[in-house]
């Protein structure tokens, strides 16, 4: 199946996504994969996001999702951001009523598992929604001196 239709605010899941691919791109290895596996179920729809990098410690998991979290803090880090993305993913996810978790292990990878509910509107009008190229290149923007 390559479209389904759920209850959401499609802007706000694409930004969600966007984010999470970005930390996949930022902190994997190079010539490694970052794999999204999307699996309907009858009460959600299960969104998993693994890429094969650097990992995230027990104790670091906990904090991740809290606003200005970096874990490294370092003037000379690789990666640029201000620590706000994963606590605005944690809140777009929750306004939809779903839930976010990590899965990881240092040096082996991360796994991002998204459950949003299987909804829908019922005799409701459907809308076209069209990714914006603009938000992809916003969105991205701090991984490009990586990638070059």
Same mark, same amino acid.
Not at 22 to 31: D, L, M
């Given at each position: 199946? #390559?479209?389904?239709? =759920? ?15 970005? &930390? ?8 490694? &994969?970052?794999?999204? &596996? ?8 299960? =969104?998993? =996001?693994?890429? #094969? ?6 104790? $670091? ?13 370092s003037f000379t880090r690789k990666n640029e ?6 606590? =605005?993913?944690?809140?777009?996810? &929750? ?34 929604? $069209? ?18």
């Amino acid at each position: 199946m #390559e479209e389904y239709i =759920i209850k959401c605010d499609s802007s706000m899941i694409e930004r969600v996504m966007l984010n999470l691919l970005s &930390n996949a791109i930022k902190f994997s290895y190079e010539n490694t &994969n970052i794999l999204v &596996n999307v699996n309907i179920r009858c009460d959600c729809i299960e =969104i998993d =996001i693994h890429d #094969e990098g650097i990992g995230i410690s027990q104790q $670091d998991k906990e904090i991740i999702f809290e606003k200005f979290v970096q874990l490294d803090k370092s003037f000379t880090r690789k990666n640029e951001g201000s620590g706000i993305g994963l606590s =605005i993913v944690k809140s777009i996810v &929750n306004l939809h009523e779903g839930s976010i978790s990590v899965d990881s292990s240092i040096s082996k990878g991360t796994t991002v598992k998204i459950l949003l509910p299987n909804a829908i509107i019922e005799d409701s009008m459907l809308f076209d929604y $069209d990714i914006d190229k603009h938000n992809i290149e916003l969105e991205l923007s701090d991984i490009y001196e990586v990638l070059t």
